[in-house]
C-alpha cells in the first residue's frame, strides 16, 4: 500500500470507530462469542502446556501417575541436572549440532546455485521447478524408508568377518561403477561417520525444495536495471553473483538460513524414517538420537519432569540460535 | 533523391523506403524512426535478410574476435546451467523412481548383487500384497477421516477467529492478537509433554478425538486469513450492516468467496499434515483402530525380524506417497503459494 492510500482510508477507519461505538456492546459479545473455540482449545492446548511444562521442569523427578497417586515433589532443578548428565545428552546434542551445521549451508548454497540457474533460463523453466518442488509434498517417514533402501545392503553383514552380501545397495552399485569400494552406510557395524552423511543426504534432498521456493520467489522480484547495469560494467557472473545478488537476496536467505536451523534443531522423523524408531544401526541403537528424541524417551518412560526440562533446553538452544542468527542477518542483511 | 537520403540516422522523409532486393518497407512514408536495413554499394537499400544473404562474408567479418568468444562463452555457459539443473533434477528424482522400480520387482531380482534399471518381471501383485500386509485399507480409512474432519472444524474456528480480528472492535483485541503470536515461536516438543497427560485425563487416547482436537486452531492459518480479510475494504461490510445482513451471511456470501485461494491453501495443508504427521499419533492412538497412515508404514515392516520383503515394502510407500503426488500435480499453484508465505509443512 502506497502513503497515499494510507492517507485516504485513515479519516473512514476514524468514521467507522465512531459508528461502531455505538453498537460496540452489541459487537463485543458477538467478537468473543466468534473467538470463543479457538481461544478456548488455545488455553487448553497452548497455554496451559506452556505453564505446566515450565512447573514440571522445575518439580524434581516429577512423574505423572506418582503424581495422581499422591506423591509431591519438590522445587528444584534436578530435571535439569539429568538432561544435562544424561549419557545420552552430549551425543544428541552433538548430533543435532552436526546436522545443522552441515544440512543448512550445503542445503542454502544449493539452492541459491539452483534457484539463480531456474532464474537465468527461458525453457523448462516451470516443468523444472515443478521437478525441484516435488520433494517437498513426500512423506517424510515414507522417503526416508526409500533412502533406506537405497543404503541398505542386504545379507549378512558386520558378523565376524563372514559377511554375505547378497545386494550391496544401488547407492554401493553406482560408486563401484564409477570405480570406488562399497560403504557400509546404516547396516550392522556401519560407522557413525557413514550414519551421518546418509541423515545429511537425506535431509539436504528434503530441505531443497522450500529454500528453492523462497529463494526462486525472491530473485524474481529483484529489479533487472540492476543486472543490465552490471552487463554493461562487463562484470563477470560470478561477481554479479557475490556483488548483486546475495546482498539483495540477502532478506530471503537469512529467512532461509534461520528457519533451517529451528527445523534442524528439531530433526526427528527423518532419522525415524531411515533408521527407525530404534534410532540408530542394530549393533548401536539411539546413536542417532536427537534432542526431540531425548524428550520423547523421557515421555514414554513416564518421567514428565524431565521431558520437560530437556524440551525447555531445546527452547533455550532455539532462542539462542535464532538470536546469533538475527545480530548476524541485522549486520549483513540489507533491507 | 539520393542525396536527401539518411544514412542510417532518423527524421522525417516524404518517400517510403523499400527494400530493393524483397521489397519490404524499411521506413514508412512521413514516418519517423530507425532505418531497419543498409545501403548497398549503388546508394539503394536492402533489408538486413537481403544484404546478409548479398554479402554473407561482409556479415561474418562484423563479429570481432573478442564477440565471437562472448558468444561462445555465453553458449558454454547455458550448457553448464542446463547440464546443472538436468544433474539436480535427476538425484531429486531418482528416489522415487527406485522407488517405483524396486515396488515392481521379484524379491530374487531386487536382490541381483547387479541391480537391474527396469523389472524384468512387472509385479504388480507386490502392490495388492502391501495393501494387504500394511493393512493400508484401514489406515487410509482412518487417516481421511481425521484429515477431513480436523480439515473443516480448523476452517471454521480459523474464519471466525480471522473475522473477528479483522472486522471487530472488542477490548484487548491487539493484546490478544500479539499472544496468540508470540505462541508461535515456541517449539511444538514443548506443548506435547503437557498435552499428552491432559488427554489421557480426558480419557481420549486411543480415539479419534485425540487426533482431531488438539491441533485445530492454528495460529498461523488465523494470522494468514486475517491478513486477507483485511484487504476487503470496510464499505462492503458497514453497507451490508445496514441492509441488514447478518455476520454470518455476510461472510458467508463475501468473504469466503473472496479469500478462496487462502482457504484452499489452508485446506491443502492441513490434509497433508494429518497425511504426513507421525510423533502425536504415534504417542496418542497406537491401537490398530486408529491407526494412521504413517505410523502404520513404519510399524508394519519394522516388526518383522525375518526376511524383509523390499519390493513389498517399497510398494506400499509407493501406495503412500501416491496420493501425495494426486494432489501435488492438481493443486501445486496453491500448496506454493501457502508454502511460500507459511514455511510449515502442514
Known amino acids: ?335 | 533523391m539520393d542525396n536527401k537520403q539518411p544514412n542510417r540516422s532518423s527524421f522525417l522523409i516524404n518517400d517510403e523506403i523499400k527494400c530493393a532486393s524483397c521489397g519490404k518497407v524499411l521506413l514508412k512514408k512521413n514516418g519517423v524512426g530507425l532505418l531497419r536495413g543498409k545501403k548497398d554499394e549503388d546508394g539503394t537499400y536492402l533489408c538486413s535478410k537481403c544484404y546478409e544473404m548479398k554479402y554473407p562474408a561482409k556479415m561474418k567479418k562484423k563479429l570481432s574476435p573478442k564477440a565471437k568468444r562472448a558468444k561462445v562463452g555465453k553458449v558454454l555457459y547455458m550448457i553448464l546451467v542446463y547440464a546443472f539443473l538436468v544433474i539436480m533434477a535427476l538425484a531429486i528424482l531418482f528416489p522415487f523412481y527406485w522407488m517405483i522400480n524396486s515396488s515392481l520387482k521379484t524379491l530374487p531380482e531386487y536382490k541381483l548383487s547387479v541391480p537391474t534399471l527396469w523389472p524384468r518381471t512387472i509385479m504388480f501383485s507386490n502392490y495388492v500384497e502391501a495393501f494387504n500386509q500394511a493393512n493400508l485399507g484401514r489406515l487410509f480409512l482412518n487417516t481421511a477421516y481425521v484429515g477431513i474432519v480436523s480439515t473443516i472444524l480448523s476452517l471454521v474456528i480459523t474464519v471466525l477467529s480471522a473475522f473477528a480480528f479483522a472486522r471487530l472492535e472488542f477490548k484487548g483485541k491487539d493484546l490478544i492478537f500479539g499472544a496468540m503470536l508470540a505462541t508461535m515461536m515456541i517449539p511444538g516438543e514443548l506443548f506435547t509433554i503437557t498435552n499428552y497427560i491432559t488427554v489421557a485425563n480426558f480419557g481420549w487416547l486411543n480415539t479419534y478425538t485425540v487426533l482431531i482436537v488438539p491441533f485445530l486452531v492454528s495460529v498461523f492459518y488465523i494470522y494468514l486469513l486475517r491478513q486477507n480479510f483485511m484487504q476487503i475494504p470496510n464499505e462492503l461490510y458497514l453497507a451490508a450492516k445496514i441492509d441488514g445482513t447478518s455476520d454470518i451471511k455476510y461472510l458467508w456470501k463475501v468473504m469466503i468467496p473472496l479469500s478462496m485461494p487462502t482457504l484452499i491453501s489452508i485446506t491443502i495443508l492441513k490434509m497433508m499434515g494429518a497425511w504426513n504427521s507421525y510423533i502425536w499419533p504415534r504417542l496418542v492412538a497406537n491401537d490398530d483402530a486408529h491407526k494412521l497412515i504413517t505410523n502404520g508404514l513404519r510399524n508394519a515392516f519394522t516388526e518383522s525380524t525375518g526376511d524383509v520383503n523390499y519390493p513389498v515394502q517399497m510398494a506400499a510407500v509407493a501406495l503412500v506417497s501416491f496420493p501425495l503426488f494426486l494432489v501435488f500435480v492438481f493443486l501445486r499453484k496453491y500448496i506454493m503459494k501457502g508454502v511460500s508465505r507459511s514455511g510449515i509443512k502442514g
Open chain 1, 1 to 335: 500500500m502506497n502513503g497515499a492510500d494510507v492517507k485516504a482510508v485513515t479519516p473512514k477507519k476514524k468514521k467507522i470507530k465512531r459508528s461502531s461505538g455505538i453498537v460496540a456492546g452489541k459487537h463485543q459479545w458477538k467478537a468473543w462469542l466468534y473467538l470463543a473455540p479457538a481461544l478456548i482449545l488455545l488455553l487448553v492446548f497452548t497455554v496451559w502446556p506452556i505453564i505446566n511444562t515450565v512447573r514440571m521442569a522445575f518439580l524434581n523427578n516429577y512423574n505423572g501417575l506418582a503424581a495422581i497417586g499422591g506423591q509431591t515433589f519438590d522445587f528444584g532443578i534436578k530435571n535439569f541436572q539429568w538432561v544435562i548428565n544424561a549419557p545420552d545428552f552430549m551425543n544428541c546434542l552433538s548430533n543435532t549440532a552436526i546436522l545443522c551445521v552441515l544440512t543448512v549451508p550445503i542445503s542454502t548454497v544449493l539452492a541459491l546455485l539452483i534457484a539463480v540457474a531456474l532464474n537465468s533460463i527461458k525453457v523448462l523453466q516451470k516443468f523444472l521447478q515443478t521437478i525441484f518442488f516435488l520433494p517437498y509434498v513426500t512423506n517424510s517417514i515414507a522417503i526416508g524408508m526409500v533412502f533406506a533402501a537405497m543404503f541398505n545392503i542386504v545379507g549378512n553383514t558386520g558378523t565376524s568377518g563372514n559377511d554375505i552380501i547378497v545386494t550391496a545397495g544401488i547407492i554401493n552399485n553406482i560408486i563401484e561403477f564409477f570405480g570406488g569400494t562399497a560403504v557400509n552406510w546404516i547396516n550392522n557395524g556401519s560407522t557413525h561417520v557413514a550414519n551421518m552423511a546418509v541423515m545429511v543426504i537425506y535431509i539436504v534432498w528434503n530441505a531443497l525444495p522450500f529454500k528453492i521456493l523462497i529463494l526462486l520467489g525472491g530473485l524474481q522480484s529483484i529489479n533487472r536495471q540492476y543486472y543490465d547495469a552490471a552487463k554493461v560494467d562487463g562484470t563477470s557472473k560470478f561477481r554479479t553473483l557475490t556483488r548483486i545478488t546475495v546482498p539483495l537476496l540477502s532478506p530471503m536467505l537469512a529467512y532461509v538460513v534461520i528457519t533451517g536451523f529451528i527445523g534442524g534443531f528439531k530433526e526427528y522423523t527423518s532419522i525415524v524414517g531411515i533408521f527407525g524408531e530404534s534410532m540408530g544401526p542394530v549393533h548401536n541403537p539411539d546413536s542417532m538420537n536427537t534432542i526431540v528424541g531425548l524428550v520423547y524417551d523421557a515421555l514414554e518412560n513416564g518421567y514428565q519432569g524431565r521431558a520437560s526440562a530437556a524440551a525447555l533446553v531445546l527452547f533455550a538452544i532455539i532462542l539462542v540460535i535464532t538470536m546469533i542468527n538475527l545480530w548476524v542477518s541485522k549486520k549483513k542483511v540489507h533491507y
